[in-house]
């Protein structure tokens, strides 16, 4: 018997079936066609592998859990920590036309999960802005007081930018270089009249409190 | 006072990210699942996976949605994940576990604990067979199987994956189809009967 015809027998065979007298006999004498009707039947092995349906709506909801950042992680919170202990703090500062008692006071900086970070000098100050509606051309300004800088501004106290906002939560990265006695960061939005601020007090190394 | 033009590198406006997200993500999501499934062989660990695979591929958005297939990039993370998983497992198990004399079936430490009795009842028994094999291998040799024999990605974008020299690869793949065949396979024959290799064949 032929090499080739032998492997076109075997070819043929699913898992539960046993090669013919005659391919027997050659598989017996020829290492090749051994070598090859292992590699074809581990390769049916592995393409047995029956993956089930995920549950229904599982991915849809798994993938706006993320998008909320309300999921913990399950192996152990490390990816949340992770994402936390990168930036330094979470404010929020509202933009926009607020005027229901119960919005929350603007002055209020929110500090969320706070953590102590290391020694780094630099530390990324997450800030929430939560705007009632779309904006094309909202005013944010930032002032860094006392040892505060931000990245790439060098020097530069007062910073005022025009940016269009989307309505609902924008969030709002600042690399602050914090220098050895600290200081205040003072971010402003304003909209014609209306003007909200909110001012957070940074150290180096710890936490400022409340 | 200084004006720029643009804060928008550090703006990023949440309803925006999170319907970019979905779009990006959505046309893979059922295939990273079934590579999951593939990696641990149990529903909860790979919805475990999936869900922590998401957040991080949330958080990490910027680093992957200029690119024009995200794939690679996500199955590296996917993959670290799984390693993480994995690694923690075996340390648990070993913190517990004080049958160290049975550790020659490591599959105990891996996934089989997990699989809920349900899943146990509707495997075959190739499939728990077959479980049983791929929870022998390590986590890098799981992956590299499971990527390259049973979803053919090509050996090269495996050693993109998971950032391996492609002769480590090779001779890692090798590795561990040998130990799947000695699992999986019964010698046909006696292996006495056959010849011993002593001819390679033309190659
Ligand atoms: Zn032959």
Known sequence: MQCIDAQRQLQSLDLDQQP??????????CNQCHDFYEDFRLRLHLESFAVPEP????????????????????????????????????????????????????????????????????????????????????????????DLQLRGYDQQKNLSWRTPLKEGQNLLTLPIQIGQKGGQLEVTSRLGMHTHSLQLPLARGEQPSG | MVSVTSLSSWLTPARQRKSRFLALVEPHSKTLYQTAYRLTGNQSDT????QELFLRLYQKQDHWVHLDNPRPWFLRSLYNLYIDLYRKRRRTAGANDKSKQLDDLPYQLASAAEVTPLEATLDSDQQRLLKKALDHLDAEERNLIVL????????????????????????????????????????????????????????
């Open chain 1, 20 to 29: 013919s007298a005659l391919v027997a006999e050659h598989l017996r004498h």
């Open chain 1, 55 to 146: 549950d229904p709506g599982f991915l849809q909801q798994a993938m706006k859990q993320a998008g909320q950042r309300q999921h913990r992680a399950s192996l152990g919170h490390r990816a949340w920590t992770a994402a936390v202990a990168a930036s330094l703090l979470v404010a929020l500062l509202l933009v926009g036309r607020w005027q229901l008692p119960e919005a929350p006071s603007p002055k209020t900086a929110m500090q969320l999960q706070p953590q102590a970070t290391s020694e780094q000098q630099l530390k990324e100050v997450r800030i929430l802005i939560v705007s009632d509606q779309d904006y094309q051309d909202a005013h944010i300004q930032v002032a860094l007081h006392e």
């Open chain 2, 47 to 50: 919805e475990d996976l999936i």
């Open chain 2, 148 to 203: 390259h024999l049973m979803e053919g990605y090509s050996l090269p974008e495996v050693a993109e994956i998971q950032q391996l020299p492609l002769g480590t690869l090779k001779s890692r793949l090798h590795r561990s189809k040998e130990k799947l065949k000695k699992l999986l396979l019964k010698e046909p024959f006696p292996s006495a009967e056959r010849f011993l290799k002593v001819v390679s064949y033309e190659d």
